[in-house]
């Protein structure tokens, strides 16, 4: 919470665990294998990115900060995920009727992850159709039953920050309900639609967030919000259309959540976003995450120097895609040393994986990573 707040901390505040700040089964397999640790309850904590649920062992092992809870249904078992069948397809449907898929054809052991791959509101041309749709109920207390006494107990007896999984995602989860490139044609042609199923979502999520504080009362530190909105060379959309109609309700959300509940909000967005964080601190995200420094303009100092001052960079560890799959362990080292030098002057940073770790790095890697961060994250 220091560093969040902009104090500099004894260290740097370390995290793994997160829906994006997380790791592929099949790669925490292969670190717990390595490291000698055993997890007799292997289990998705989301079953769309395939994404473990890390046990208690390993968080001690790299000396994590940060404790999750969400949804207790979220949880599956990694040996039976209870995937559904459609079509030609295996997965699951979301609260939102979105069917997350893969081939039917593969094998368990084959699955790295599931698509967006039937999409219901695919085809709907006009506002009295996405009104008319079936809109999942954010008041329906069903999904947060026993949270209550999980937050309690980590909120009272340890002394780790605690933080929700997503729960919030007023512009990307478009791209699902109708489709990634249908929902670009339409900030084109039809914006009205898009700025109609903003505003659902947007009373969903407002809905969801006050159900789930009524739960779990005052025993959270951190929530999730999602909405990507860039890709690796830039926006996937013009600035200006955010900032005239996704900015308020972006905004909308955050005051909502900042009136029921004392917490920080931890934003995330892939992708090149330096043009975006002006607007996210105007909205009243506290920190963004995952810091993909890949991308166009995502130079650790330079995002440091820019708006460090007023944003908590959250994650940026270590290149996710080139160094830490296919480097050596010492050449992690070396650029986790280099990030976190960036990152870490006066506060304002949490180190984490880059997004989710993916499941053909090596475990040694990971090993790296972690460990330079806590070698190198003191003050």
Known sequence: MAAL?????????????????????????????????KDDRMRFSDVVQHIAYPCEALLERFHADVRYIRPLSAYRDANDPVLQHEGKYQGVYDQFGVFWGIDDKKRMDEILYLDP??????????????????WPDGKDPAPFKGLKEVARNLHENTSYAISTGTIGNVFEYITFLVGFVRTLRLLRTKPELIISLMQHLLDYWKDYTATFFKEVGKNVDIICINGDLAEQGGPIFNPAFYEKNVLPLDKELVDHVKR??????????????????????TAGFNAINPVQVSAFDMEPCSLK???????????????????????????????????????????????????????????????????????????
């Not at 104090?7 to 089964?25: F, K």
């Not at 791959?117 to 079936?134: C, G, Q, R, T, W």
């Open 5 to 37: 707040n902009h104090r500099q901390p004894d260290r740097v505040p370390i995290d793994i665990g997160g829906n994006q700040s997380n790791i592929h089964i099949k790669a925490y397999q292969n670190l717990i294998n390595l490291l000698g640790i």
């Open 117 to 134: 791959v039937i999409n219901p509101l695919a085809n709907a041309s006009s506002i009295s159709e996405i009104d008319a749709f079936s």
């Open 260 to 281: 029921i509940a004392n917490v920080k909000i931890n934003y995330h967005c892939c992708g090149s976003v330096p043009l975006f964080i002006p607007h996210w601190i």
């Open 305 to 379: 120097k820019r708006f460090g001052k007023k944003v908590t960079f959250w994650g940026g560890l270590c290149d996710t895609q080139h160094t830490l799959p296919f480097s050596t362990p010492e050449q992690v080292r070396a650029e986790v040393r280099y990030n976190m030098e960036c990152f870490k002057p006066g506060g304002g940073y949490i180190a984490a994986n880059i997004h989710n770790i993916t499941a053909e790095v090596p475990p040694k890697n990971i090993v790296a990573m972690f460990d330079a961060a806590y070698e190198f994250g003191t003050y």
